[in-house]
């Protein structure tokens, strides 16, 4: 932990969005990860962390690629 994060805190910002609910944060300053867990508090993003958000990450896409698919089903069906 860098000294000016000891002093003054972290700087963290979202550094991935992984599903609406989930986040990745960085330290802007001393490159520290955190993440959202289940219980919507942040805690330390483990590899093992990661490896759950990577995995979140892509069923959450696909589900909204399947929207999307869905609504332009819709659309393409009012309009004919
Ligand atoms: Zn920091």
Redesign the pocket.
């Known amino acids: ?2 000294v ?2 000891n002093i003054f ?4 910002e979202v550094s991935k969005k992984v599903t609406y609910h989930v986040s990745e944060y960085k ?6 990860e955190l993440t959202t867990n289940s219980d919507g508090g942040l805690i330390e993003l483990t590899p093992k962390f990661r490896e759950i958000n990577s995995i979140l990450f892509r069923i959450y896409s696909k589900r909204q690629a399947r929207q999307i698919r869905k609504e332009l089903h819709k659309a393409y069906k009012i309009s004919s």
């Open positions: 932990m860098s000016y994060c805190g972290h700087r963290f330290c802007d300053n001393c490159s520290k």
